[in-house]
C-alpha cells in the first residue's frame, strides 16, 4: 500500500512557474515507476509526465515537453514536477500516481491512467492570464 498527498499547487500568472511535490508513504518507494496526471473540468484526465524507479528514464506528453520536468528523491520518498512558462492551458488538478510496474511498454500504456495502482487526492493548479 502507498498513500500519496501531493503539494504545491496555486495560483500563478502566465509565463510563471510551480514546482508541486508528490510525498509517499511506506518503505516501497523506490518499487514504483511514478507519474502526474492532470484533469481539467469535463475533461478526462491526461497524461502529463512519468518517472522510472531509478529515475534514470522520463517521458512527458507532447503538450508540456520542455516546460515541465519529472524527477524524484527516494531518500525523501518524493516526486516533484517542476513546471515552468505555465499557460492558460495548464490549469487543471494534477495528481501524482504510482505503478507497480517500471518496465517500459510504450507510451499507450505508461501515459493511461487505468495502468497506475495509487492515486493521491490532487493539487490545484491556476494559470491566470
Known amino acids: 500500500q502507498v498513500q500519496l498527498v501531493e503539494s504545491g499547487g496555486g495560483l500563478v500568472q502566465v509565463g510563471g512557474s510551480l514546482r508541486l511535490s508528490c510525498a509517499a508513504s511506506?518503505?516501497?518507494?523506490?518499487?514504483?515507476?511514478m507519474g502526474w496526471f492532470r484533469q481539467r473540468p469535463g475533461k478526462e484526465r491526461e497524461f502529463v509526465a512519468r518517472?522510472?524507479?531509478?529515475?534514470?528514464?522520463?517521458y512527458y506528453a507532447d503538450s508540456v515537453k520542455g516546460r515541465f520536468t519529472i524527477s524524484r528523491d527516494n531518500a525523501k520518498n518524493t516526486v516533484y514536477l517542476q513546471m515552468n512558462s505555465l499557460k492558460p492551458e495548464d490549469t487543471a488538478a494534477y495528481y501524482c500516481?504510482?505503478?507497480?510496474?517500471?518496465?517500459?511498454?510504450?507510451?499507450?500504456?505508461?501515459?493511461?491512467?487505468?495502468?497506475?495502482?495509487?492515486w493521491g487526492q490532487g493539487t490545484q493548479v491556476t494559470v491566470s492570464s
Open positions: 518517472i522510472t524507479r531509478s529515475g534514470g528514464s522520463t
Open positions: 511506506g518503505r516501497t518507494f523506490s518499487s514504483y515507476a
Open positions: 500516481a504510482a505503478d507497480s510496474t517500471d518496465a517500459y511498454y510504450g507510451p499507450n500504456r505508461y501515459s493511461s491512467p487505468r495502468f497506475y495502482d495509487y
